[in-house]
């Protein structure tokens, strides 16, 4: 709880990670937030395993952890996984709290969910300015395809006559 109350949101929030088009947290960060060993977590979830759908936890191929562990930066160059992970969804992670009761997965619970809430409106804003960059795009090429035709517009009168100042004849 320390090293979450001292480093905040950030902290948490480079603890979620993207596994099949889904934002997850392994089973291990859990349980260090929670304080409890990930054998111990792990052991709650089995025993009430029906409370874990497929939604809400995912088992990882060997694959995706090797996969997963060479995104983490803080894990030990040459470490690797004991076990095949379970990483939780946030709704996997909400359920947690009704299996592991104490007062610090409260808490933890509580910060986790703001994270996932921060990090949902960061989305929804960069896919805000994304949609309105692509309107301006769309919009720069409109104009540009106007300028254009005037301009071929303009080529081809000049190329007609002559506008403009012609010298040698004076009244």
Do not use: C, W
Request: charged share 30%; net charge positive; aromatic share 6%.
């Amino acid at each position: 709880m320390t090293k979450l109350i001292q480093n905040g949101s950030e902290y948490l929030e480079q603890k979620i990670y993207q596994v099949r088009g889904q934002k997850v947290m392994l089973d291990s960060d859990l349980a260090e937030l929670y304080g409890v060993e990930t054998k111990r977590l792990n052991e709650q979830v089995t025993r009430n395993i029906e409370r874990f759908p497929a939604d809400f936890m995912l088992q990882l191929t060997i694959e995706e952890a090797n996969t997963l562990r060479s995104q983490i930066a803080t894990l030990p160059t040459g470490s690797h996984f004991r076990h095949k992970p379970r990483v939780f969804t946030e709704h996997g992670i909400l359920m947690l709290s009704s299996v592991l009761k104490s007062p610090r997965a409260i808490q933890v619970n509580i910060e986790i969910m703001r994270a996932f809430v921060r990090m949902r409106a960061v989305t929804a804003i960069h896919g805000e300015l994304s949609n309105r960059l692509t309107e301006l795009e769309k919009t720069v090429k409109t104009q540009g395809r106007s300028i254009d035709f005037i301009l071929d517009l303009v080529d081809r009168e000049l190329k007609k006559k002559r506008i403009g100042f012609k010298p040698g004849k004076e009244k």
